[in-house]
């Protein structure tokens, strides 16, 4: 969408507590917003309070969107607005774009045609504005290719060159990292970013020992085959799975490659063409699932087999 900008240093790294747990879930949204990843201290040093608090509210138009996509695209374009560069606070660059997402115009408009921007920015919109412009980025992101779980085609849309992508991805990753750590692999001491990942967990949990059966659904069953186990334990969360593991993948959010894994994640296996298994990611590298004939729902490594990718079903609600 524009070109890149020079971006200033980093500040002091200030550490926060991880919230977990259930208990957790209302404060850690009241302080960040939506969005599924948890800030890095990368992330606390470096994006100015009201810009991430912009980032992680503006992700939960998206489903499927993490507050960090838009946030690496904020530092990427115009270190959160901190660029003196021409086009970000007035006038417009070289390429013709402008404000803290540097949108051009038609793009800007583009989106105001699509859709309603929550209030809170400029009447009437501007691109200038840090609220407007980071809910428009949200936005077109979702149009040209999140909504359908391609992350790097969204961020090829914004702008057209591969080098970006990787660098978007990479910037992202950096404001993620917390995240990699949280989640304990422990039936005993679950730890999960939301209440409805966590309700997932929890029920998945209590199955443990339950035969594998082709095509079950539960105790009713005599037991669950992998996608029927997923199934089951996300409708305790509130959340309707389709009923197989190819269905399950394609219903999506993808979790883009590249981003960790979170506590409540799916995790799939075999090929786009074959997606033969299923898991529910618990952390520590571990997934309950349930395995194959003759075993029972377990605990075991999610990287011992044929791993194709992620799912985040309770990022799709917004919890």
Same mark, same amino acid.
């Given at each position: 969408?524009?070109?890149?900008?020079?971006?200033?240093?980093?500040?002091?790294?200030?550490?926060?507590?991880?919230?977990?747990?259930?208990?957790?879930?209302?404060?850690?949204?009241?302080?960040?917003?939506?969005?599924? $990843?948890?800030? $890095?201290?990368?992330?606390?040093?470096?994006?100015?309070?009201?810009?991430?608090?912009?980032?992680?509210?503006?992700?939960?138009? %998206?489903?499927?969107?993490?507050?960090?996509?838009?946030?690496?695209?904020?530092?990427?374009?115009?270190?959160?607005?901190?660029?003196?560069?021409?086009?970000?606070?007035?006038?417009?660059?070289?390429?013709?774009?402008?404000?803290?997402?540097?949108?051009? *115009?038609?793009?800007?408009?583009?989106?105001?045609?699509?859709? *309603?921007? #929550?209030?809170?920015?400029?009447?009437?919109?501007?691109? !200038?504005? #840090?609220?407007?412009?980071?809910?428009?980025?949200?936005? !077109?992101?979702?149009?040209?290719?999140?909504?359908? &779980?391609? @992350?790097?085609?969204?961020?090829?849309?914004?702008?057209?060159?591969?080098?970006?992508?990787?660098? @978007?991805?990479? *910037?992202?990753?950096?404001?993620?990292?917390?995240?990699?750590?949280? &989640?304990?692999?422990?039936?005993?001491?679950?730890?999960?970013?939301?209440?409805?990942?966590?309700?997932?967990?929890? +029920?998945? %949990?209590? *199955?443990?020992?339950?035969? !594998?059966?082709?095509? =079950?659904?539960?105790?009713?069953?005599?037991?669950?085959? %992998? $996608?029927?186990?997923?199934?089951?334990? !996300?409708?305790?969360?509130?959340?309707?799975?389709?009923?197989?593991?190819?269905?399950? +993948?394609?219903?999506?959010?993808?979790?883009?490659?590249?981003?960790?894994?979170?506590? =409540?994640?799916?995790?799939?296996?075999?090929?786009?063409?074959?997606?033969?298994?299923? &898991?529910?990611?618990? &952390?520590?590298?571990?997934?309950?699932?349930?395995?194959?004939?003759?075993?029972?729902?377990?605990?075991?490594? +999610?990287?011992?087999?044929? +791993?194709?990718?992620?799912?985040?079903?309770?990022?799709?609600?917004?919890?």
């Amino acid at each position: 969408m524009t070109g890149k900008v020079a971006v200033a240093g980093l500040g002091v790294i200030i550490l926060i507590p991880v919230l977990i747990a259930a208990g957790m879930t209302s404060v850690f949204s009241a302080v960040f917003g939506g969005g599924s $990843s948890q800030p $890095s201290a990368t992330a606390l040093a470096d994006i100015p309070a009201d810009y991430l608090a912009l980032y992680r509210a503006a992700a939960g138009v %998206c489903p499927g969107l993490d507050w960090t996509i838009l946030a690496a695209i904020g530092k990427i374009e115009t270190d959160h607005g901190r660029s003196t560069l021409p086009g970000v606070s007035s006038g417009e660059n070289a390429a013709h774009a402008a404000g803290p997402m540097q949108f051009l *115009q038609a793009s800007f408009d583009g989106v105001l045609a699509r859709h *309603q921007l #929550p209030p809170g920015g400029a009447s009437p919109p501007s691109r !200038y504005n #840090p609220h407007d412009a980071v809910y428009a980025a949200a936005f !077109y992101l979702c149009d040209n290719g999140v909504s359908r &779980g391609d @992350v790097r085609a969204a961020i090829f849309s914004y702008n057209h060159a591969d080098w970006y992508v990787q660098e @978007v991805l990479d *910037q992202a990753k950096k404001y993620a990292a917390a995240a990699a750590v949280v &989640g304990t692999g422990d039936c005993n001491a679950i730890q999960a970013l939301n209440a409805r990942a966590l309700a997932a967990i929890n +029920y998945a %949990c209590g *199955q443990r020992g339950l035969p !594998y059966v082709w095509g =079950g659904n539960g105790v009713q069953d005599g037991g669950f085959d %992998c $996608s029927g186990l997923t199934k089951a334990a !996300y409708a305790a969360a509130g959340i309707t799975l389709p009923r197989t593991a190819d269905t399950q +993948y394609r219903a999506g959010p993808l979790v883009a490659s590249g981003q960790p894994l979170l506590p =409540g994640d799916l995790v799939f296996f075999g090929t786009l063409a074959n997606i033969h298994h299923v &898991g529910l990611y618990i &952390g520590g590298g571990l997934m309950i699932d349930a395995p194959d004939f003759g075993q029972v729902v377990t605990i075991e490594s +999610y990287a011992e087999r044929d +791993y194709l990718g992620a799912t985040r079903p309770a990022g799709s609600v917004g919890a």
